[in-house]
């Protein structure tokens, strides 16, 4: 128990580990513990069993909560995760119910995780919208207090918004998703581009002069230091983000959006450059108000947090 009320063990499973934090209902609870994620399913739950008798040694825990990367339909089954292949229609509830005896839930690391930013003691938000930048492109919806997943547990896959009609290839076969414009994988890409264009040749020379290996974190570093080419690149790349939330403005109206994954990890600068590039677009911004632009606060244990809380709602607490 903390501060008298009941622990949920949260789980953040993604493409390399298997991470665990013991959540209350104002928040995280001392340190994470991990493992490495095996690589064949039936070892799977293994792994996450032996992270919960590991946590159960310290604490009482009363609920398990998954965050996954992928698929999570509504009934906990994992349909299918781009990062962790071999979860194709894994029952990840079921399982997990039936090794802990407790009450489980489980989502998409980043619904959990917009759950995670929308209750943060004493800055509650009724309705949010989180956007996770890395690889690819993920999001979370707080709606009218209430954490939404859609008809089938899918919602929040915005990365696949089209942008660009007939733009560039994407993972998913189509063309001019969001996230092949605007993921932290997208400003890397741009990025090469401009040294390949001989315009960034300092961004060039911070990953050491050779332009395959230049990536969107040397862009970032130089803008967090001044340097206007590469404050350029991410006032660019700034500008590719809003244009998928002015879109989401226009869809949900929510007061906060909060971004989220490695990209965000550049703090203020990347805030700032997303803030600034959303005012300039967002629809009707005299009438509407803007949203307000916040970086994570859990950073990359919002979406075992958001899992936690929601499996402590299991128990009405």
Do not use: K
């Not at 089938?152 to 660009?164: D, K, N, P």
């Not at 290839?169 to 932290?184: D, I």
Request: hydrophobic share 45%; with cysteine; proline share 4%.
């Amino acid at each position: 128990m903390a501060d008298g009320g009941p622990l949920a063990l949260g789980y953040d499973i993604g493409g390399t580990n298997i991470r665990a934090i013991p959540v209350a209902s104002t928040g995280p609870v001392g340190e994470w513990t991990h493992v490495r994620r095996p690589d064949r399913p039936e070892l799977m739950l293994d792994a996450i069993v032996g992270l919960w008798r590991r946590a159960a040694e310290q604490h009482d825990i009363a609920a398990i909560g998954v965050g996954c990367a992928g698929v999570v339909d509504c009934s906990g089954v994992v349909r299918t995760s781009p990062n962790i292949a071999m979860l194709s229609h894994y029952p990840m509830r079921e399982l997990v119910a039936a090794a802990t005896g407790l009450p489980v839930a489980v989502d998409n690391d980043a619904t959990a995780a917009a759950w995670a930013e929308a209750s943060v003691p004493g800055r509650w938000v009724d309705n949010l919208a989180l956007v996770t930048f890395g690889t690819g492109i993920g999001g979370g919806f707080v709606l009218d207090g209430r954490l939404y997943r859609g008809a089938s547990g899918f919602a929040g896959e915005i990365g696949h918004m089209t942008v660009v009609a007939g733009g560039i290839l994407c993972v998913c076969r189509r063309r001019g998703c969001w996230e092949r414009y605007a993921s932290g994988s997208a400003l890397g890409h741009q990025a090469r581009d401009a040294v390949a264009a001989g315009r960034a040749p300092t961004v060039l020379a911070a990953a050491g002069g050779e332009t395959r290996a230049v990536q969107g974190e040397h862009v970032l570093r130089l803008a967090a230091a001044g340097d206007p080419v590469a404050e350029g690149l991410v006032a660019e790349h700034a500008r590719w983000i809003a244009l998928g939330l002015d879109s989401l403005a226009n869809l949900l109206d929510p007061s906060v959006f909060v971004l989220g994954g490695g990209v965000s990890e550049a703090g203020e600068t990347f805030r700032a450059a997303v803030e600034a590039a959303y005012h300039h677009a967002v629809v009707d911004r005299e009438a509407r108000g803007p949203a307000e632009i916040r970086l994570s606060q859990y950073g990359d244990r919002a979406g075992a947090v958001g899992a936690g809380l929601v499996a402590l709602d299991l128990l009405g607490g």
